[in-house]
């Protein structure tokens, strides 16, 4: 089978996930989130109660057992698949994101899991700094006002009760941590496909990089 890597980049709420799972199912394409990685590792520092913010406390990664598979996230076994949606893991995700050791682990992991071949990954510095060689990198747009009702959408069908203003606050929160941070910042890379989401529905955006990838396969 011939290798084939898609970069899905974006800010929260720009559809990645949701996208990239639905193309992964439609082209037999190996997927992973790679922000499901980072509030894993987020779960685990608050269950370890270490200083967020502090770089050399993150050691407790090299023991840890991260899997995804059947876009689940597993940590030592264990499903956290939910967990890892709280909003404690949500509201401290960018701090830990933020630190240049977990970064250099979490790159090396995604890397070797992109080597082997026909994948599609989504986060924030896929493109930029993970996968610089993807065949096709995209980078997903919408407003920020679409971005939070889609949150506040989610939240509802799920059963979450949720304020819209909040949701606002805490994706505009995060964009800045994510986009301001020194190692890896969310950044569109230079030969990523732009696509605003904000007007199109979810099978457009689909059909849209299904088209891209077929014309780069073959
Ligand atoms: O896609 P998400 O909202 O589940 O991502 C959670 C956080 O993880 C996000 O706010 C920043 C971080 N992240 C990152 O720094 N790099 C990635 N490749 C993916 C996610």
């Known amino acids: 089978m011939k290798n084939f890597q898609v ?23 190996q997927y992973l989130d790679t922000g499901a990685m980072y509030r894993a590792i987020t779960y685990q520092a608050l269950a370890l109660k270490i200083n967020l913010e502090d770089d050399t406390a993150y050691q407790f990664i090299e023991k840890l057992k991260l899997e995804y ?51 599609i990954l989504d986060g924030r510095d896929i493109g930029s700094n993970v996968l610089p ?35 606002l606050e805490e994706i505009a929160l995060r964009d800045h941590t994510d986009a301001t941070r020194k190692y890896a910042p969310l950044k569109k890379a230079d030969d990523a496909v732009t696509i605003d989401t904000t007007e199109l529905s979810i099978n457009e955006v689909c059909a849209e990089i299904i088209k891209l990838i077929h014309e780069r396969m073959f």
């Open 133 to 167: 060689n993807a065949n096709l990198k995209v980078f997903l747009t919408a407003t920020i006002e679409c971005r939070a009702n889609r949150r506040f959408l989610e939240n509802q069908a799920a059963g979450i009760k949720s304020s819209l203003k909040e949701l």
């Open 7 to 29: 970069a899905i980049d974006g800010p929260a709420g720009s559809g990645k996930s949701t996208i990239s799972k639905l193309i992964a199912k439609e082209l037999k394409f």
């Open 69 to 119: 598979k059947n876009d689940k996230m597993y940590l030592n076994g264990k499903d956290v698949s939910l967990e890892i949606r709280k909003p404690n893991v949500t509201n401290n995700v960018s701090t830990v994101a933020k630190n240049k050791s977990v970064r250099i682990k979490m790159k090396d992991f995604q890397q070797k899991i992109a080597s082997n071949g026909q994948v």
